[in-house]
């Protein structure tokens, strides 16, 4: 009986500590874009805050809580004969002037438009960084197998000049040049293999995955891709989310402007009361007043406040309608001529460089060559296939980059 204790204690410290990974499929960025945008905890944090602000023109435009209560009055008199008792009961409700509560519900549909549009920037952050991190994944696997296609070479390279060696036609330093750059591109590919450790670590964070899960990702640059606008105008950096933000923020400003002047109004308290007499007849009243309000430096501060604040808003709206054009502009333009330059890789660079190193390793083999002009071929190619895949990294990136600063990817 105490093993059978003793087995099921064991049972409950095992399984009941331990936590069961699982594995997650992803054959695309927009995949991994709908599944960060389920869990990733930053999106659902922003998530719940606009449905708390979804609550505010209700609270902000209703009436406040109307009191009720009761009184007891004891009236004694010199003279017993007058002794008797009363209690009071009393409804009021207050009532601001017209127009303020509806000034008040406007403020909150400002909060909300702040919120739908803060929510949409995260939307396109998370989405911008699951982006780069799995676009990095990307460069990660072409680099690592540029790298292993020219340690090939690199190999192939080191038997060469090892026959010619051998037969007296080269140098050992040569062939030992060769094994030394042999030696730093598997160094490379250790760097490499850790950095996909991190990227993929990275890419669970920002999916809101548990670290335990595994990933099985089918790595691929999207096939149709294009940039939200193609120009930049006045009404292009309009539609921008940072620029809505700020245009936003000053909304509300104005709108608090408002709600600060009605400081100045009066507001209004409507009472009804029954009076239970004791040895009397019971009375009915009611009452109406008005505050008046006070016309001092505190009322004046706050409007004055508020002022300023609109005023400082509607300056941060021209400062970033001006950031954010410089910045589209910028990378508009790095973006086209990344692009130029991926084609002109393609189309020539690359071409005329395994042309050389083709022609460079037939030369030296008839001893045409030198051994640095072959090397210095392979040296280069690779260099420039690793230029090529970081380029059409760039490009994908800027994509991305771009299209976060829109609510809508629509080219303009």
Same mark, same amino acid.
């Given at each position: ?41 930053e ?68 909060e ?19 982006? #780069? @991190?799995?676009? !990095?994944?990307i460069?990660? &696997?072409? $680099?690592?197998?540029?790298?292993? +296609?020219?340690?090939?070479?690199? /190999?192939?390279i ?20 060769? #094994? @030394?750059?042999? !030696?730093?591109?598997?160094? &490379?590919l $250790?760097?490499?293999?850790?950095? +996909?450790?991190?990227?993929?670590? /990275? ?24 940039a ?7 009404e ?123 022609s ?33 990294n ?19």
């Amino acid at each position: 009986m105490n093993k059978q204790i003793i087995w099921s204690w064991l049972v409950v410290l095992i399984f009941g500590t331990v936590s069961f990974a699982s594995e997650l499929s992803i054959s695309s960025v927009e995949d991994a874009i709908q599944i960060g945008l389920q869990s990733n905890p930053e999106f659902q944090a922003q998530l719940n805050m606009l449905r708390s602000k979804e609550m505010l023109p209700k609270k902000l435009g209703s009436l406040s809580d109307p009191n009720i209560g009761v009184r007891l009055n004891g009236t004694p008199a010199k003279n017993s004969d007058y002794l008797f008792d009363q209690k009071r009961y009393f409804v009021n409700q207050s009532f601001p002037y017209l127009g303020e509560l509806g000034r008040k519900k406007r403020l909150g549909e400002k909060e909300i438009d702040l919120a739908k549009i803060d929510l949409e920037l995260t939307r396109k952050h998370v989405s911008l960084m699951i982006q #780069k @991190v799995y676009f !990095g994944l990307i460069l990660n &696997q072409e $680099l690592t197998e540029i790298t292993k +296609k020219n340690n090939q070479i690199l /190999e192939n390279i080191i038997n060469i000049a090892d026959i010619k060696y051998q037969s007296g036609k080269t140098l050992q330093a040569n062939v030992l040049k060769a #094994k @030394v750059s042999k !030696g730093k591109l598997e160094e &490379q590919l $250790l760097q490499l293999s850790h950095q +996909k450790v991190q990227s993929t670590e /990275e890419l669970k964070k920002w999916l809101g995955i548990s670290v335990n899960d595994s990933l099985n990702l089918t790595l691929q640059y999207p096939e149709k891709e294009a940039a939200a606008i193609t120009t930049i105008n006045q009404e292009v950096v309009a539609e921008t989310l940072m620029v809505q933000k700020a245009q936003a923020m000053k909304d509300k400003a104005d709108q608090m402007v408002s709600v600060e002047k009605d400081r100045y109004l009066p507001n209004f308290m409507a009472q009804v009361e029954y009076w239970d007499n004791a040895g009397m007849d019971n009375q009915y009243g009611g009452q109406i007043s008005m505050s008046i309000p006070w016309f001092n430096g505190k009322n004046d501060a706050s409007v004055k406040a508020a002022e300023a604040l609109s005023s400082s808003k509607d300056q941060l709206r021209k400062n970033s309608i001006n950031a954010i054009s410089q910045r589209l502009t910028t990378m508009l333009s790095d973006l086209k001529t990344t692009q130029a330059k991926i084609q002109l890789y393609e189309t020539d660079i690359l071409k005329n460089a395994e042309l050389s190193l083709s022609s460079f390793q037939k030369a030296f083999e008839v001893d045409k060559a030198s051994f640095l002009d072959y090397f210095e071929s392979e040296k280069t190619l690779y260099a420039l296939e690793m230029q090529h895949a970081k380029l059409v990294n760039k490009k994908h990136v800027l994509h991305a980059q771009i299209n976060a600063f829109f609510a809508k990817g629509e080219e303009k």
